[in-house]
């Protein structure tokens, strides 16, 4: 098993940043792919970014790439997401979750979600 739990949230003005963590914790040796996911009032949950926990695979959500950087720390088993260049469209639910295999942005794949931290940019 393996838990995730995403702090960071909060509210900014477009043009902002802000940054997300997410503690990993419980079996994080069968965490291969980590990722943040986000959904927005009305719509699907669509992927964000995601990396190997080997940090030599990442993958970007056209809409966030150039602005948002995903990165890991292992010593403290942490994922983290730099959100720079905010913009309204940007708020929603951030959640963060697991898989143990790669899995890109296949929700379905990712048997690990956090109860997710909200994210809003004002104009």
């Known amino acids: 098993q393996v838990q995730v739990v995403e702090s960071g949230g909060g509210s900014v003005q477009a043009g902002g940043s802000l940054r997300l963590s997410c503690a990993v914790s419980?079996?994080?040796?069968?965490?291969?792919?980590l990722g943040w996911f986000r959904q927005a009032p009305g719509k699907r949950r669509e992927g964000v970014a995601v990396?190997?926990?080997?940090?030599?695979?990442?993958y970007y959500g056209d809409s966030v790439k150039g602005r948002f950087t995903i990165s890991q720390d292992n010593t403290e088993n942490t994922l983290y997401l730099q959100m720079n260049s905010l913009k309204p469209e940007d708020t929603a639910m951030y959640y963060c979750?697991?898989?143990?295999?790669?899995?890109?942005?296949?929700?379905?794949?990712?048997?690990?979600w956090g109860p997710g931290t909200q994210v809003t940019v004002s104009s």
């Open positions: 419980g079996d994080t040796r069968s965490a291969y792919c």
């Open positions: 990396i190997n926990t080997g940090g030599s695979s990442t």
């Open positions: 979750a697991a898989s143990t295999t790669w899995a890109a942005f296949e929700r379905s794949s990712y048997r690990y």
